[in-house]
């Protein structure tokens, strides 16, 4: 008399890599079968390559697929158990109440807790993430970092993903405004706490996703701010910068370059810093920006390439521009707003939004190429299915803010 069993996950011959597929067991005696499925999470389609059909069991090295492979290594020991334990009975048993045995004496490891989750999440999601800019994740890290610090501080640490409700994230958020001298915390205002929260919500997303929890606690839950309008580069601040004689600085007149070169293109400072002469051709260049991943194109004015001649041959990597740290960058920056008589500090923030606010100066109205030129997306815009940016359009664009830099400068 022979007794099997044995781990599967059923699949149709069209895989669905975004539906989820459970683990089951069968088992074979006296001819006969039964089948149960096993309260293990099921596998979302994406993952299904680390199931190994030959060994019944996960290839992966990730926590998650090791706990699976315990437990069905769990399930496997008991089948044995049973067997040795009623040898003497087989004969009378049936496959469905060794199934029901089974799957009623073998649970899975203790659910993972939301700090483990969150943590998680940073490494396996964030961390890896090639589309994501460096500054995007050292957001993410201090957003993780408070949520983990008020698990902690709360004693909700051990709290499971499952349990964590509405009035947890409801504490989180009031837990974020107030200080805390005895953890040496301060408070955080409306506009950070947005900022936090927008961080956090996505962990949860993907745990809804995975169906770790029925329902997402973050969702609906709004944090309000007033937006605080930060000062605006005007014209004439531009020009002052410009015309600042640093011809016995030559260390901050490369800062200045940098400045001014992110006023005239409107670039991220991670995207203008790797700019190489290779990714200008024939007058333009087209780049996918870090942050978003959206491209952006855009013919280079005379002052741009004026300022950019300034350094041609001279540099490293072949790039276009000195690469300075970002700190040391925004430092240099006071340096030169305090010589301008400038009363605010700069940053290259400033910079992309006074290219923005030179676009509309210009007289640049068309939608579709305000957003070429600065790298907005223009996905959720129906024109764009029907407008085509040429680059005869972009060039009167160049031509527009050429007239204008000169006008102002």
């Not at 305090?338 to 605010?344: D, K, N, R, S, V």
């Not at 959720?380 to 664009?397: C, E, M, P, Q, R």
């Amino acid at each position: 008399m022979s007794t099997t069993l044995k781990f599967y996950i059923r699949t149709p011959k069209k895989l669905n890599k975004n539906k989820r597929y459970p683990i089951y067991i069968r088992v074979l005696h006296n001819r006969k079968k039964a089948e149960g499925k096993t309260s293990l999470t099921p596998i979302i389609g994406s993952e299904l390559s680390s199931w190994i059909e030959a060994s019944q069991r996960f290839s992966s090295k990730d926590k998650k697929y090791l706990s699976y492979n315990l437990f069905l290594n769990a399930i496997e020991n008991e089948f044995h158990n049973y067997l040795r334990d009623h040898k003497e009975q087989m004969s009378t048993k049936t496959p469905h109440e060794i199934i029901d045995h089974l799957l009623s004496r073998v649970k899975p490891e203790d659910k993972i807790t939301i700090l483990e989750a969150i943590q998680r999440f940073y490494e396996n999601d964030i961390l890896p993430d090639v589309d994501k800019a460096p500054g995007t994740k050292s957001n993410y890290k201090r957003s993780v970092t408070h949520f983990s610090n008020f698990l902690k501080h709360t004693k909700l640490d051990r709290l499971h993903v499952a349990e964590f409700k509405r009035q947890h994230a409801s504490k989180f958020i009031a837990y974020l405004k107030k200080p805390n001298k005895k953890y040496n915390k301060i408070a955080l205002n409306g506009q950070s706490v947005h900022s936090v929260v927008k961080n956090i919500k996505p962990f949860f997303t993907k745990l809804y996703m995975e169906e770790e929890i029925t329902r997402n606690p973050f969702l609906g839950v709004k944090t309000i701010f007033k937006r605080t309008e930060k000062p605006r580069l005007i014209n004439d601040n531009f020009k002052s910068i410009i015309e600042l004689d640093l011809s016995n600085n030559a260390k901050l007149d490369v800062y200045r370059d940098l400045f001014v070169f992110l006023c005239y293109t409107g670039l991220s400072y991670c995207d203008a810093t790797d700019l190489r002469y290779s990714d200008i051709k024939n007058g333009y260049f087209s780049i996918q920006r870090k942050k978003s991943s959206v491209q952006t194109k855009q013919f280079l004015t005379k002052q741009t390439i004026s300022l950019l001649e300034k350094y041609e041959g001279q540099l490293p990597e072949k790039r276009i521009l000195p690469k300075r740290s970002l700190d040391k960058l925004n430092l240099n920056l006071k340096v030169i707003a305090a010589l301008t008589g400038i009363e605010f500090s700069l940053s290259t923030y400033t910079a992309r939004r006074f290219f923005r606010q030179s676009i509309h100066e210009a007289g640049i109205r068309e939608s579709l190429v305000v957003k070429t030129l600065m790298g907005h997306t223009c996905s959720s815009d129906i024109d764009s299915h029907y407008f085509y940016i040429d680059d005869a359009i972009l060039i009167k664009a160049k031509k527009k803010l050429q007239k204008h830099f000169k006008k102002i400068s």
